[in-house]
T-cell receptor
């Protein structure tokens, strides 16, 4: 069974600084997708970034980037120039192939200090 | 704007009284999902529809059922809610597997 592990229940960062959230996963599949989702308090879950496992290049979306280490099964999220609006629960998620069965990690609660 | 809409945002029901949560989408996505999310926990997939094909997770209780009468709508029925079913229920859609999922705002279910 595929599992997703987020080892940091809580993280905090100073506004304008950089923070990295960790995620590891376990799978025997070669074709899969990895995601980071953001869930602000009492608000909708939204996609932050997506990575296709067959692509070696790390995905980036503005201030958000990932460090995808396929051999190590690691998928960390880096947030640069942190803003107050980045405060949220961040979930790492895995989906094998096209089986429509996304698995989420336990989440990391990020606090941004002004 | 294309979106996923869940109604109601808050639902209160009595122990054992059937309740239905609804989800609609304007994205014309093939896949619709229902998740259960308890406080400060990860969303847990209950089931999903790929078009009309229903896919139930092995550990989803029989108490939970779903209906998808057409592409746009999907319903979650809880036949006899117990106190342990109090949670946020999230609906999501995607075009196909591997594509990002689009989530609704969720329905928070309370059981009296």
């Amino acid at each position: 069974a595929q599992t997703v592990t987020q080892s940091q229940p809580e993280m905090s960062v100073q506004e304008a600084e950089t923070v990295t959230l960790s995620c590891t996963y376990d799978t025997s599949e070669s074709d899969y997708y990895l995601f980071w989702y953001k869930q602000p308090p009492s608000r909708q879950m939204i996609l932050v970034i997506r990575q296709e496992a067959y692509k070696q290049q790390n995905a980036t979306e503005n201030r958000f980037s990932v460090n995808f280490q396929k051999a190590a099964k690691s998928f960390s999220l880096k947030i640069s120039d942190s803003q107050l609006g980045d405060a949220a629960m961040y979930f790492c998620a895995y989906e094998a192939g096209d089986n429509n069965d996304m698995r989420f990690g336990a989440g990391t609660r990020l606090t941004v200090k002004p | 704007d294309a979106m996923v809409i869940q109604n109601p945002r808050y639902q209160v029901t009595q122990f054992g009284k059937p309740v239905t949560l609804s989800c609609s989408q304007t994205l014309n996505h093939n896949v619709m999902y229902w998740y259960q999310q308890k406080s400060s926990q990860a969303p847990k997939l209950l089931f999903h529809y790929y078009d009309k094909d229903f896919n139930n997770e092995a550990d989803t209780p029989d108490n939970f059922q779903s209906r998808r009468p057409n592409t746009s709508f999907c319903f979650l029925d809880i036949r006899s809610p117990g106190l342990g079913d109090a949670a946020m229920y999230l609906c999501a859609t995607s075009g196909q597997g591997g594509q990002p999922q689009h989530f609704g705002d969720g329905t928070r279910l309370s059981i009296l």
